[in-house]
T-cell receptor, first 114, second 113 residues
Framework: QQQVKQSPQSLIVQKGGISIINCAYE??????FPWYQQFPGKGPALLIA?????SEKKEGRFTISFNKSAKQFSLHIMDSQPGDSATYFC?????????????FGTGTRLQVTL | DTEVTQTPKHLVMGMTNKKSLKCEQHMGHRAMYWYKQKAKKPPELMFV???????INESVPSRFSPECPNSSLLNLHLHALQPEDSALYLC????????????FGDGTRLSIL
């Protein structure tokens, strides 16, 4: 019940295209859903996050869509650029009191081609 | 540059050595985390400190010993590690309540000979 399922495992998109990564969760106690971007040799960097009282959040070219009833959320990268080539992790966390315990998806390796 | 600083960036050690990984943050966060990440896998939580007290230990072997000397520092003491412990060790910090973004350092790449 603690798992977050992420798909696809890898994704190749042409420059200017839309990249879409999907995640699904089971635990209805999750109340915070961040997306992280990780480049080789670097730590994960917070990209964008959403809470379940909102169905969509947009920051620049990045949009999270959230479907609470389906227990699914997705990341859309508009006008994808070669610099977006990285591994993306969705995550979810629930109320643990004084900390934020993240459950990560398995990751999606995105390659944006010219 | 990340706001969570980890040292060293790389570490090679033998199975009988004792070494420590260090993490520092100056964002005023009162929750700090250690993760282990193997290649092409997501980070796996090891330990959580909240207000300098250990609040979560994800059944990590005792050869890993965390320490939080103050609100800005987090250490991970290593002793008698195994080759399978070779991985990227990530530190993160956040505000000390639920649903807060975690900020990661760039990690220490650990290789066990």
């Amino acid at each position: 019940q603690q798992q977050v399922k992420q798909s696809p495992q890898s994704l190749i998109v042409q420059k200017g295209g839309i990249s879409i990564i999907n995640c699904a969760y089971e635990n209805t106690a999750f109340d915070y859903f961040p997306w992280y971007q990780q480049f080789p040799g670097k730590g994960p960097a917070l990209l964008i996050a959403i809470r379940p009282d909102v169905s969509e959040k947009k920051e620049g070219r990045f949009t999270i869509s959230f479907n609470k009833s389906a227990k699914q959320f997705s990341l859309h990268i508009m006008d994808s650029q070669p610099g977006d080539s990285a591994t993306y992790f969705c995550a979810a966390s629930g109320n643990t009191g004084t900390a934020s315990k993240l459950t990560f998806g398995t990751g999606t390796r995105l390659q944006v081609t010219l | 540059d990340t706001e969570v600083t980890q040292t060293p960036k790389h570490l090679v050690m033998g199975m009988t050595n004792k070494k420590s990984l260090k993490c520092e943050q100056h964002m005023g966060h009162r929750a700090m985390y250690w993760y282990k990440q193997k290649a092409k896998k997501p980070p796996e939580l090891m330990f959580v400190y909240s207000y300098e007290k250990l609040s979560i230990n994800e059944s990590v072997p005792s050869r890993f010993s965390p320490e939080c000397p103050n609100s800005s520092l987090l250490n991970l003491h290593l002793h008698a590690l195994q080759p399978e412990d070779s991985a990227l060790y990530l530190c993160a910090s956040s505000q000390a309540y639920s649903g807060q973004p975690q900020h990661f350092g760039d990690g220490t790449r650990l290789s066990i000979l």
